[in-house]
């Protein structure tokens, strides 16, 4: 009895063996385990786990290859989403860099407490501003990490002078040493934009392979030189970003709309697209679904609020070569593809061309003023009209129903207070002095050694802000 049982120990045993074996042998075992109950049943048993096993297999794979699927169109669109952002915010660092600069450089020809202040205060917000840029790209880079902290101490080292000017006291000699250390640094951080301005307008992405990012990040180096220093600053506050939490104004008391809804109001705004997808959503200072937009310039990404499915922001990287003559009719394509987007009625205020591109800025006029808080920047490509860009930041933050005080001054009154040559007459324009103030102002454009725009307040007066001209080759004329 003994012997029986070991002999059906190993004949279960080598059962078991040939079942995991090839097909064939295994349907021999089983026509010949019928002639043993014993044999049989434990084969049964062995079958059914081996199936169990082989389904469960079958149906992990499909789950990994569904879950992979999704994964990896997922990170497109994430992807996708960070390209327009890392873009936009390279963009905004070199306008903040450029106003840095030169805001810095007109300190020295500024010779009174007032006149000094307000470019602190700009240099303060330019600061700001850069700072926010920056954020976006911070991933525990040390050149960008030391690039923040300098635009951070920058602005609040600016604001602190701003705040003591109070007193009447100018800048004394040794802040504006301090102050001249600053421009080099700023040169520097201009430097290491410089480094990636070709990359950017060839349209090279930031992600991916062969991306730019890594190659902009490192540009940054410099800043961590021992041998790059500037000045110890002290100041009585600390750093704050001007821009959190700003309360989108243009968009109150509109209803929320679905991303199905969005694509149709899109492919309205747009009326070139052959198709518009959706690329999920944006939860930032505003609130967006984006999309992808396919033209004949090829495919674009484009933004609109989740409340009101306003336009936001519009970026086609079209191919664009300079053309001989600018055709004189962009502007008002601009304005047309603009009014179409639902932004009513708007003026051209700005118009620049650079490298195959025209830049037009519009504004809506409110009781015949511009209203530049509201402002809406569009760009064309030359070789064939088409809008391939547009960027409603302002208006979406700014504009409301605003009721406007009449001017105490004519036009012809506040000319006089120019201390420019001024060319033609002057305009009213509704300015922003800072996050929370605008003044009705005159707009006069001034020549003297470069071009001017001085701005008179309509109640006053007073000059409450000029703006320098600066040409730059690669983007056009830039109001500073």
Not at 154 to 183: F, N, V
Not at 389 to 404: E, I, P, Q, S
Not at 426 to 438: K, N, Y
Request: charged share 25%.
């Amino acid at each position: 009895m003994k012997r029986r049982e070991e002999e059906d120990k190993k004949a279960a045993l080598v059962a078991y063996a040939e079942q995991l074996g090839e097909e064939e042998k295994s349907a021999d075992r089983q026509n010949a385990a019928k002639k043993n109950k014993q044999k049989r049943t434990a084969k049964t048993v062995m079958l059914s786990v081996v199936t169990a096993l082989s389904v469960g297999a079958i149906a992990g794979l499909s789950v990994a290859l569904a879950y992979s699927e999704n994964m990896n169109r997922l990170r497109a669109e994430y992807m996708y989403e960070m390209e327009g952002v890392y873009t936009r915010h390279y963009y905004d660092l070199a306008d903040s860099a450029d106003e840095l600069d030169v805001n810095l450089g007109k300190l020295a020809a500024a010779d009174t407490a007032a006149a000094q202040q307000d470019i602190l205060y700009d240099i303060w917000g330019a600061a700001n501003l850069a700072g926010v840029s920056l954020s976006a790209f911070r991933g525990g880079e040390e050149g960008v990490m030391q690039a923040s902290k300098f635009v951070g101490q920058t602005g609040d080292y600016a604001h602190y002078l701003a705040k003591r000017l109070e007193s009447g006291e100018p800048l004394s000699p040794e802040e504006l040493q301090k102050l001249g250390k600053l421009r080099e640094m700023t040169r520097v951080l201009k430097s290491a934009l410089e480094s990636t301005r070709s990359g950017v307008r060839e349209g090279r992405p930031f992600l991916g392979d062969g991306g730019m990012l890594a190659e902009f990040t490192g540009a940054f180096d410099s800043f961590v030189d021992p041998e790059v220093n500037y000045p110890q600053m002290i100041y009585d506050g600390p750093f704050s970003d001007a821009l959190e939490h700003r309360e989108c104004k243009a968009l109150n008391g509109l209803a929320e709309i679905d991303p199905d809804e969005g694509a149709r109001l899109l492919a309205e705004y747009i009326p070139e697209a052959k198709s518009v997808e959706y690329r999920g959503e944006t939860n930032s200072d505003i609130l967006t679904y984006n999309y992808s937009v396919t033209t004949e310039d090829g495919v674009g990404f484009a933004q609109l609020a989740k409340q009101g499915g306003m336009l936001v922001a519009y970026n086609m990287n079209a191919e664009q070569s300079a053309v001989a003559e600018v055709d004189p009719e962009l502007p008002a394509a601009a304005r047309r593809f603009a009014e179409n987007a639902g932004f009513g009625d708007l003026a051209v205020v700005w118009c620049a061309s650079a490298q195959g591109v025209t830049y037009v800025n519009l504004t809506p006029v409110k009781d015949g003023a511009l209203l530049y808080p509201d402002l809406i920047k569009v760009k064309l490509d030359e070789s064939s009209g088409r809008v391939t860009g547009l960027d409603a930041m302002h208006y979406v933050f700014n504009h409301t129903d605003r009721t406007l005080p009449s001017p105490v001054l004519t036009a012809e009154e506040a000319a006089e207070k120019v201390p420019l040559p001024t060319v033609g007459g002057g305009r009213l324009a509704l300015i922003p002095m800072d996050e929370t103030r605008e003044v009705l102002t005159y707009e006069f454009e001034c020549e003297s050694d470069g071009t001017y725009f001085v701005y008179i307040d309509a109640a006053t007066g007073e000059e409450v802000n000029i703006l320098y001209v600066v040409n730059d080759v690669d983007r056009g004329a830039l109001l500073m």
